[in-house]
């Protein structure tokens, strides 16, 4: 299992805002694959450059 807690925003590797974690799980026999950082709605509708996409919602 690998974990990512990190998360590629603004152009910078960032861990999540709120610090949650979630895990990816195998939909063959429920294994954790991965453990990965949650973005929330903070980094939602962002791209690489740390502009907004239209309809994000006052980024």
Known sequence: MSAIEIMHID?????????????????ADATVLAVVSEGGAGVAGRT????CLPGAGGH
Request: hydrophobic share 25%; net charge negative; aromatic share 4%.
């Open 11 to 27: 152009g910078e590797w960032r861990p999540a805002a709120s610090g949650n974690t979630g895990e990816v799980l195998d939909p």
């Open 48 to 51: 690489n450059d740390g502009t």
